[in-house]
């Protein structure tokens, strides 16, 4: 933005209609072009790629895209212009007036002056088709071109905005950043399967091993994240994480990104509740005032009515449930299960979302898991004989579970004992230190990002 | 900041010297707290650990720090608040009135009304002791605990506020970010030494790899940076990249960050060192007006005087020379080296530094290498019989080269030549295809985020 303004500021300088030459041009983005109000004949230069061509009689249409936005610049042609190269896919350098558009389907288009095609698209061999809407299967072949259809950018512009989201709410709210490390000696839940990694060279050190110790790649940062919360206070990772999850998708399921964060002080699972609704809230609404019509693009293809919905979920107070009670809900719900609700098993998709639409299709906190079900880490609620802990999940419309978080067991006998139950005290104590030099209530949770974006398109 | 603000808001709130109770106070970080200008008794709680107790007759002096700033919050208690529990370490919730200190060594302190001990601290069995400057090599054998110094606080502080400082340059300056992904087929250039990656589960899956083709950790994004400048024009990245080069201090250069961009539609290397150049100052300019006495005191331990070099280099402009010039320079230099500099020949570490020397100390582009010094990619000059390649390392002060970059080949046929003349033709046809529909000029470069962040401090 501030980029536009700089570049609006420049256009001043060569505001007059008719342009002399030689002249200085500023060069624009598309989407900075397309957001000049009142445009009146401002001398340009647009670059990008051809999206499409229309030929009249004495006139020429372009639409021109650098995928700076899903919307593409009109570029209004003296049909002397027209020429073989100018095809859909071509790269092109358009300078020329800025003005207001005679048609009601945009705002400005550019009158070129000067039209040069920078690099030629052979149609015939190019595997995106001009009009067509190719099938994702289709474009998985072509990883290195698909960036090119509208679908898949703005698919990548809402992850690009999403990112800057949740990089600006835990900047704007005091969490500070780290870089947790990817490749790490620890396992942090014993739970997801793990990659192992080894230098690939042939010509090994003899008798010695690259690391220490066997090195492998994070499935969680959230135990370094908690040594920097006793620091630092509030604490966030985004990063790559990874499981060796044998499933059909496996290949998705290989590498994903997760958000994670970590707050010390906290007073109850309801302070970690606020944080994730804030940040859930947040980064939605920054990237539907951003990049609305890339979000839309998703949901008219993918999703239709998906907007309403994600209005609906930030309108709405998010609800909160405990275990018991979700258990209950299941229990009673006239659909047949193909797993059994019953005190003491995990919820399933199926469960999560049932759970889901029976609280109105409003994203939903389920609270207080048996212990049990959960990491030695999680703090115990003391309510025998039910045992739970404070866990918390998030569920939301369609998704299923997108945070899952816990308070951790700040207190030092507690923890000591659950390790030594899980035979883990030698390989944690360090873990247990934490919580013997000023240890403080604390609490955090992780939200899996690609999930996040399957819930926004 | 906005948190501040807010927070500020809601002290209005309790504004009256004398606090009735019960009442309500305001959570306040403190570096929020101790930006308050005029206080006047706002009620605030404040959170954190003790860094230093001093006790007088009447009045009780503590040091609470909660991570947001180097600086720690003065807390006057009445001497009844002293216990033994109040010690160094000690994480403790303090309620009280902000009010206007008296002492010139700080703006605001805390008039305490209650203070909570939240966890203790046994000062005999914890590593860090209080007042001592510990060396960084004690410090390596306590990563848990090691974050709660001043130093290694202060580096993460400032690495948190370079990384937020290059997000923003890149959004403010119409950059799309892209995560490139870890786990890759590809090695870029063939260049550094390659980390496999394989389940460790034992159970494998009888006759079937877990990925298609061997899975490796990736060098570099750029490739894939490549892909997607030819769809959305500017790109950037930020993420860690692996190494197994075998070197000494081979541990730290296993894993390491980096910031890669890629822009289409360049003229020349002027304009990639252009976004070089001004990602580096802004970056350093927000640094070190965000976290000025964190960079300080980096400087003062460890580097004296650097605040003054990078303000020089912060205010010229920097340098451009050629290789050839650059052979030239290092020809007639009085100094002997070990590596004699000859055209055709790398510039090593010495050569950098006395180059940057040889500048003024500041930071100077090296541009226009002999092509069989650099990979396959690069664009050619068409200088015969030099046969240079347009690329481009930034060298700055007692770094050496920061920063990596160059045009890339765009021309099909020219690409073509070279990808048969190494042999690789068959595995970069998709990257042949890149220049087949709708090519454009483009460049692009790398920064080593450590390396970075060693400048600064």
Redesign the interface.
């Known amino acids: 933005?501030?980029?536009a303004r700089r570049l609006l500021g420049a256009l001043r300088l060569c505001s007059s209609v008719s342009c002399p030459r030689p002249r200085a041009t500023a060069k624009l983005?598309v989407?900075?072009a397309l957001g000049v109000q009142d445009a009146s004949g401002e001398c340009v230069t647009v670059?990008?790629?051809?999206r499409s061509v229309r030929s009249q009689k004495e006139v020429l249409f372009l639409h021109v895209n650098?995928?700076?936005s899903l919307e593409s610049l009109q570029v209004v042609a003296d049909s002397s212009f027209d020429s073989r190269e100018l095809a859909f896919?071509?790269?092109v350098?358009v300078q020329g007036q800025l003005v207001k558009s005679q048609s009601k389907r945009q705002n400005v288009e550019l009158k070129a002056e000067k039209i040069e095609v920078?690099?030629?698209?052979?149609a015939k061999?190019?595997p995106i088709k001009y009009k067509e809407r190719h099938p994702l299967e289709y474009l998985r072949q072509y990883?290195?071109?698909r960036?090119?259809t509208n679908a898949?950018?703005s698919i990548?512009?809402v992850?690009?905005e999403a990112?800057?989201a949740i990089?600006s709410y835990f900047?704007?709210?005091?969490f500070?950043?780290?870089?947790t490390?990817?490749?790490t000696s620890n396992d942090c839940e014993g739970a997801g399967?793990?990659?192992?990694?080894?230098?690939?060279?042939k010509i090994k050190?003899p008798e010695e091993n690259?690391?220490d110790v066997?090195a492998?790649?994070t499935v969680s940062g959230q135990l370094h994240l908690e040594?920097?919360s006793?620091?630092?206070?509030q604490v966030f990772t985004f990063?790559?994480t990874?499981r060796?999850e044998?499933s059909q998708s496996?290949?998705h399921l290989?590498?994903f990104?997760m958000v994670e964060a970590e707050v010390?002080?906290v007073e109850s699972l309801q302070d970690l509740m606020q944080v994730m609704e804030g940040l859930f809230k947040a980064t939605t609404e920054m990237v539907l005032s951003h990049c609305p019509e890339d979000v839309e693009l998703c949901h008219q293809f993918i999703a239709s009515g998906q907007k309403d919905r994600l209005e609906h979920m930030l309108k709405n107070n998010f609800l909160i449930i405990s275990y018991a009670e979700a258990i209950e809900i299941l229990k009673q719900a006239s659909q047949n299960f193909t797993f059994t609700p019953k005190w003491g098993v995990d919820l399933q998709t199926e469960h999560e979302k049932y759970l889901v639409r029976h609280c109105g299709n409003i994203p939903v906190f389920v609270i207080n898991y048996p212990s049990e079900l959960k990491p030695f880490y999680m703090r115990e609620n003391e309510d025998d004989p039910q045992n739970t802990v404070a866990a918390v999940d998030l569920l939301v419309p369609g998704v299923g579970e997108l945070f899952g978080g816990s308070l951790r067991e700040?207190r030092y006998h507690v923890l000591e004992q659950r390790l030594a139950r899980s035979g883990l005290t030698k390989a944690y104590q360090?873990?247990l230190?934490?919580?013997?030099?000023?240890?403080?209530?604390h609490g955090g949770f992780g939200m899996g990002f690609e999930r996040y974006l399957q819930l926004l398109s």
Chains 1, 2 share one sequence.
């Not at 500070?176 to 870089?179: E, R």
């Not at 399967?193 to 060279?201: H, R």
């Not at 006793?230 to 206070?233: I, P, V």
């Open positions: 933005m501030l980029g983005r989407r900075d670059q990008g790629w051809i650098d995928g700076s896919g071509s790269s350098q920078v690099g030629t698209c052979e061999a190019f990883p290195h071109l960036c090119r898949l950018g990548l512009r992850r690009s990112t800057a990089h900047k704007d709210n005091g500070m950043h780290i870089h490390p990817v490749l399967e793990l990659f192992q990694v080894e230098p690939s060279s050190v690259f690391f066997p492998f790649l040594v920097m006793g620091a630092f206070t990063g790559p990874f060796a044998n496996r290949r290989a590498e990104y010390s002080f700040e360090w873990y230190d934490l919580r013997k030099f000023g240890s403080v209530p």
